[in-house]
């Protein structure tokens, strides 16, 4: 079956860069997806990385190596209302092709 | 352009009752797939509907169930409620089938408590 590793947890100060792992195990790969959830609230698209390499959006970037079966997500310049969850997500196949997310990240960030 | 909207937002149950929940997806998005999260758990998919059929159902048991109207609108039921089903039932669309590169536009989700 399809399984993502990512840390429970990541803590920073404002103005710092954090990056979170994601690791996967799917068959069938087709994309790696990040997704921010603020308490209460409903998940929102951050970025997607079908090939290798680094995409930018503005103080995020994410990275994926599918030779690897691993990706990040690394946020710039921290700012308070950063402090969220954090989920990595694939689609993968093998004839199911249901999406999958990690548990999520908890990013703390302090003044 | 309004986004995902879900009904109701809280809904408290007890053990054995069913439930229906609602999902209003963005104009124009087509497909509509379930999640359920509880704390610590991430996202758990349910299924995924595109154009009324269903493409994808994820491991859950088929108290489960689900469909999807002409409109794209989508409702999720669960039969013969259980205290593990307390959970926050999110809903999300897309433009896309699911292809790879799709966008998930997510809803508030529905905060269901099981007593």
């Known amino acids: 079956g399809q399984s993502l590793e990512q840390p429970s947890e990541v803590t920073a100060v404002e103005g710092a860069i954090v990056q979170i792992n994601c690791t996967y195990q799917t068959s069938g790969f087709y994309g790696l997806s990040w997704y921010q959830q603020h308490d209460g609230g409903a998940p929102t698209f951050l970025s997607y990385n079908a090939l290798d390499g680094l995409e930018e959006t503005g103080r995020f970037s994410s990275f994926l190596s599918r030779s690897d079966s691993y990706g990040y997500l690394l946020l710039q310049e921290l700012q308070m209302k950063d402090s969220a969850s954090y989920f990595c997500?694939?689609?993968?196949?093998?004839?199911?092709?249901?999406?999958?997310f990690g548990r999520g990240t908890s990013l703390i960030v302090h003044p | 352009k309004a986004g995902v909207t879900q009904t109701p937002r809280y809904l408290i149950k007890t053990r054995g009752q069913q439930v229906t929940l609602s999902c209003s997806p963005i104009?124009?998005?087509?497909?509509v797939s379930w999640y359920q999260q509880t704390p610590g758990q991430g996202l758990q998919f349910l299924f995924e509907y595109f154009s009324e059929t269903q493409r994808n159902k994820g491991n859950f048991p088929g108290r489960f169930s689900g469909r999807q109207f002409s409109n794209s609108r989508s409702e999720m039921n669960v039969s013969t409620l259980e205290l593990g089903d307390s959970a926050l039932y999110l809903c999300a669309s897309s433009a896309a089938r699911g292809t790879g590169n799709e966008k998930l536009f997510f809803g508030s989700g529905t905060q269901l408590s099981v007593l």
């Open positions: 104009s124009g998005h087509r497909s």
């Open positions: 997500a694939v689609r993968s196949g093998g004839g199911s092709y249901i999406p999958t």
